[in-house]
């Protein structure tokens, strides 16, 4: 059997930890069957072919959860980039958590999203759900709540581009930069910027969704990490993007438009000249 899952951009401009996107490419494809004893191969980019692998922590998770004791043999062919703000963790997670699924017949989506989540948690140190639950769903998700966990679903279609420089972020270290408390007025713009983008989307209104792609909750703390930001950004605009942000915590940027391959090359040209090598992939969001 196998299962596979795509990349997301998470907190999509003023989201963080809430907003996300399912977006078809790169992605993650998980062989697996039940077997005596656990065992992962990996293909694709390097990840840990032992029983750290986060595909690995959420199948046993799921296992445990409905207390069961079963093992899987997986195969993984690793599509996504690992420390690249696609959700690369989060894809194996649910990967692993789908193929538990699987096998032991649990059809329970909220747990296998938290199941998922623990991975999450073992990659990073948090369980945040904003990868996986774009991943499993495809569509555009605002997470209400984790616990119970509630998600709102605005199925969307529309061209995106990521590009992807050769730099690597873990999530674990973008986290760490962030703050426990944020000014009054920062929140209050997130509010603005993340209510008025979820109409926006419903209206299919990508100028405006573009123009409201900004973030004063993490961005500001984090944009020492993205020296290359404004150079980035300025290509993609004057590529005639709508808009254009990070994608979960970076370094992978995205951006909204006309004519997305236009503005990747634009994007994936501003990294070259700052000798950063780079690649573009147009995508659809909204797929899962
Ligand atoms: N919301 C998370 C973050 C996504 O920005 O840390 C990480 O992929």
Not at 75 to 83: N, Q
Not at 119 to 125: F, L, T, V
Not at 259 to 288: C, L, P, Q, S
């Amino acid at each position: 059997m196998r299962v596979r899952v795509p990349a997301t951009v998470a907190n999509f401009g003023p989201g963080f930890d809430v907003f996300g996107v399912g977006i078809g490419e790169p992605h993650d494809e998980l062989r697996f069957r039940e077997s005596d004893e656990w065992s992962i191969n990996v293909r694709g980019f390097p990840v840990p072919a032992d029983g750290s692998n986060v595909a690995v922590v959420a199948a046993k998770t799921l296992a445990s959860m409905v207390g069961e004791e079963v093992a899987l043999r997986m195969e993984l062919k690793k599509g996504i980039r690992p420390r690249s703000g696609l959700g690369s963790s989060g894809a194996s997670s649910l990967a692993g958590s789908l193929a538990m699924a699987k096998v032991l017949g649990v059809e329970d989506e909220e747990l296998i999203l938290k199941a998922a989540m623990e991975g999450e948690r073992a990659a990073c140190g948090s369980a945040h759900g904003d990868n996986v639950v774009p991943a499993y769903y495809g569509d555009f998700t605002v997470i209400e709540s984790l616990n119970p966990l509630r998600v709102h679903r605005i199925p969307v279609d529309f061209h995106v581009v990521v590009v992807l420089p050769s730099v690597e972020i873990p999530t674990r270290e973008a986290r760490k930069v962030l703050p426990e408390k944020v000014p009054l007025k920062d929140a209050v713009k997130n509010v603005a910027l993340a209510s008025s983008l979820v109409k926006a989307l419903q209206e299919g209104d990508l100028k405006t969704v573009g123009r409201l792609l900004d973030d004063r909750l993490a961005f500001p703390y984090r944009r020492r990490l993205y020296p290359w930001w404004e150079t980035a950004k300025k290509a993609a605009i004057e590529a005639g993007a709508y808009g254009v942000s990070i994608s979960g915590s970076g370094p992978a940027v995205f951006a909204i438009g006309e004519d997305v391959t236009e503005i990747g090359k634009a994007i994936a040209e501003a990294f070259n000249r700052m000798d950063i090598e780079a690649e573009a992939y147009i995508t659809v969001a909204g797929r899962g």
